[in-house]
């Protein structure tokens, strides 16, 4: 679904462009055929951010993950090779700053168009350690099992008067009621084999209702790309913090 909103976008903006001057390379010599670009583009776009999202159940059972959202409807999931041991890994999660995540801040700072928030996850003081503050602020730490995986939570829609219905990990892990999306994220660290590591993060939305899937729908449709980036550098950076700690890799 991710692909047809972008790939109608980019329908849409060549129709635009081409409209303001021909394309001839692209064989758009004409206003009409310009158009026509334009209005499939706009029509891949909402077919995109309005197709239904399947529900899907998590295949493993090891995870503390699957203890919270073993079946969800929106789900991304990264993963990198570290040279270095489980522990030395899973310390370099828990300690890893924004300011290290590549692009993390400008991606961030798009998110809340440039406004200043409050200490939380769209806003990591420097030199704080992103895990620590998101679990302070906006997060609630479902999970932890020590040198393997964390597990945090969010409730990400709700009604109006829902705003509390996640307040402890039971509440999370038991929520049904309608009108809701909860979204767990967790890292997890598994022997690599010769004294490495597979380090991984898997992000996991379950939304009770129509209503509820379709608005974050359309919401994990446009900022998926942006989402997926900055999950990937954040395991680099978790990566490059492993590794620059003595280590030996057997």
């Not at 030199?127 to 990400?156: D, H």
């Amino acid at each position: 679904m991710v692909g047809l909103v972008y790939g109608g976008f980019t329908l849409f903006a060549v129709g635009c462009l081409s409209m303001v001057g021909p394309l001839a390379g692209l064989g758009l010599t004409s206003r009409g055929g310009s158009a026509l670009l334009v209005v499939s583009g706009l029509r891949v776009m909402m077919a995109g951010l309005f197709l239904p999202a399947r529900e899907q159940r998590s295949a493993s059972s090891d995870a503390q993950l699957d203890r919270f959202v073993p079946v969800y409807q929106f789900q991304e999931f990264h993963s990198i090779r570290v040279n270095r041991s489980a522990d030395q890994v899973y310390r370099a999660i828990k300690e890893v700053t924004a300011d290290e995540i590549l692009f993390f801040q400008a991606l961030i700072w798009i998110r809340r168009c440039g406004r200043a928030l409050p200490e939380g996850i769209l806003h990591v003081p420097k030199g704080r350690p992103i895990l620590e503050v998101a679990s302070r602020t906006s997060f609630l730490v479902l999970a932890e099992k020590a040198g393997q995986e964390i597990v945090l939570g969010k409730l990400v829609v709700s009604p109006a008067d829902g705003r509390n219905s996640c307040a402890t990990a039971e509440d999370f892990r038991t929520l049904c009621a309608p009108g809701f999306a909860v979204a767990a994220i967790n890292f997890r660290v598994d022997d690599g084999g010769r004294g490495t590591s597979l380090v991984s993060t898997e992000t996991r939305v379950l939304a009770t209702d129509d209503s509820a899937r379709r608005k974050f729908a359309r919401y994990w449709r446009v900022i998926y790309p942006g989402s997926a980036l900055i999950r990937r550098m954040w395991l680099r950076a978790i990566k490059l913090r492993a590794e620059r700690t003595p280590g030996r890799v057997g």
